[in-house]
């Protein structure tokens, strides 16, 4: 069966005063049909234009990428436009990602008129339907985004992804601006529409706990490129990578009893502008050695377990 | 370690809007050791900064009222102190770190200015002296000192913590109050920030108040936990008791929200419902409509604080005090 989303080599490259900015810089995956892919990552790490790129929200520079086997790499405006039904989007903050000035319901009815095709009845109801699924009571119907809270805005922009019945949702750090207990509500509730409409996500965020949560596999983003990928639970019982690693174990765990060791990385995140050919992390990393001046390539370490560190073996055993 | 160093006792603090009256703090008890790192935990909205602003007197003027209520600082009522003996006690007494360190800095002074700024205005030192300690505070929270004359825009999101953390520390305060310091950083950067008050903390022996929403955060950093939920304190005790024998239902209901790493279950299980409106709220337990153990003596009248075991107090009516 293919995949339902295939991206080969993807670059995106945005040019800046001082040089081009490797914002995705050579990111291949695969993502079958009902999966979550799980991408994470610190800011700047690119984890964010991978998704918009992905959907053509923003030209990607370089590479392939088929959607159901389809070339769509370089669709023509109205094929975009098609492939928009299936492809959707749920961004961050639901708090700027509304137009104030709309009615849940016209927001939510937006797609449905945009797509066209429906009578204003069907748009009405379907919107209702839309409403229902994703847990927002009808009196709800006529208020604006301003009168509402940040859980059920967030189910706003939910319903309006769903509008379409898309293949494929780009997830992008879609609790992170809300309180835990809302954030447990809207996680339970993509799992269902997950379950109900067969849904493929790609979930974008640098809330581990969350991405371990929801995700089938994980890949971890560092400077526009992946330095690992795995499956959710390998990925967390068996951390190659020397950036995953830190990462992970920065994670403040809410439990008194296990205390773990956190890996300290020095310094900060470097510079995606015209960035060396090596590995990009070594300039923080402990185990950086002449070679890693090399660039980096994905090896598979396991079957399903790729990892871009040339040390990786000696980190291992060591 | 014992010696009381801040308490607070009865706070309630309203805002008065043309709409209606807010409730943010109600009745709030709370008592802070020398030395400690007590945790104040809760959502939006539950009043835990109001809280912290209400220690300093920042509170916005016209809107904000403090009802009622003393805090105790070093046994003096802050609440009576005139402003301008207020003044002496802010950024020396009692330092603040806000959660955006973007807007904390003023971005046309450079940082080390606004260091020494803070530093001179409470210490009789000529400004030369003034900027060699802000030079010192520089080293100390990670930053070499040649930066001293950069502007925050140069300084990414976790240096401008440091800085905003030195300018607190500056004045060697007895008491910090942190609000969310680390929320708007990367977990890396937030491991090294914790990592840096930790230490600072123990060498200069400032007891923290820490406002967070990251249980996390809190098995990480604190010695106690006040647990707030609408305006109230819900439930306090050491760390060891909050994370091991938690027993308000929503304390209980928060831990069920996260997920947990080592988990293999696929559904969280959330708190239904949201937070009661503080312009509205219920005669009787904050909690009711949203427990799952509610019972109709619930909303009858506010639950009293119930004290399930030494230091461990519980604001709800279904523990018991011997159930510990």
Known sequence: ?318 | MDEKLLEIRNLAVEYHTDEAVVYAVNNVNLTVKKGETIGLVGETGAGKTTIARSILRILPPPTARIVSGEILFNSTDLLKLSEKEMQKVRGNKIAMIFQDPMTALNPIETVGFQIAEAIQRHNKITHFEAEKRACDMLEMVGIPMERYSEYPHQFSGGMKQRVVIAMALSCNPELLLADEPTTALDVTIQAQVLDMMESLKKRLGTSVVLITHDLGVVADTCDSVAVVYAGEIVERGTVEHIFDFAAHPYTLGLFGSLPQLDSKERRLKPIKGMMPDPTNLPPGCRFYERCPEAIKECAEAPPPDVEVAPGHTVKCIRVKGDAA
């Open chain 1, 1 to 318: 069966m293919t995949p339902l989303l295939e991206v080969r080599n993807l670059k995106k490259y945005f040019k800046t005063r001082y040089g081009l900015l490797h914002a995705v810089d050579d990111v291949s995956f695969t993502l079958d049909r009902g999966k979550t892919l799980g991408v994470v990552g610190e800011s700047g790490c690119g984890k964010t234009t991978l998704g918009r790129t992905v959907l053509h929200l923003t030209e990607p520079t370089d590479g392939q990428i088929f959607f159901e086997g389809r070339d769509i790499m370089y669709p023509k405006k109205r094929e975009l436009r098609k492939l928009r039904e299936n492809m959707q989007i749920i961004f961050q903050d639901p708090y700027s990602s509304l137009n104030p000035r709309m009615t849940v319901s016209e927001a939510i009815m937006e797609p449905l008129i945009l797509r066209g095709g429906m009578s204003n009845d069907e748009m009405l109801a379907e919107t209702r339907k839309l409403m229902d699924t994703v847990g927002l009571a009808s009196r709800f119907e006529n208020s604006y985004p301003h009168e509402l809270d940040g859980g059920r805005r967030q189910r706003i922009g939910i319903a309006r992804a769903l509008a379409l019945k898309p293949k494929f949702i780009v997830c992008d750090e879609p609790v992170s601006a809300l309180d835990v207990s809302i954030q447990a509500q809207i996680i339970n509730l993509m799992l269902d529409l997950q379950e109900e409409f067969g849904l493929t996500y790609m979930f974008v965020t640098h809330d581990l706990s969350v991405v371990k949560y929801i995700s089938d596999e994980i890949m971890v983003m560092y400077l526009g490129q992946v330095v690992e990928k795995a499956p959710s639970d390998e990925l967390f019982a068996n951390t190659l990578h020397p950036y995953s690693k830190a990462l992970l174990s920065a994670i403040p765990i809410p439990n008194i009893h296990k205390k773990r060791k956190r890996i300290l990385l020095r310094g900060e995140i470097t510079s995606p502008v015209n960035p060396k050919p090596g590995c990009r992390f070594m300039a923080r990393c402990d185990y950086a050695r002449e070679e890693c001046n090399e660039p980096q390539v994905l090896e598979e370490s396991s079957p399903g377990h790729f990892v871009a560190c040339c040390r990786y073996k000696e980190i291992m055993t060591s």
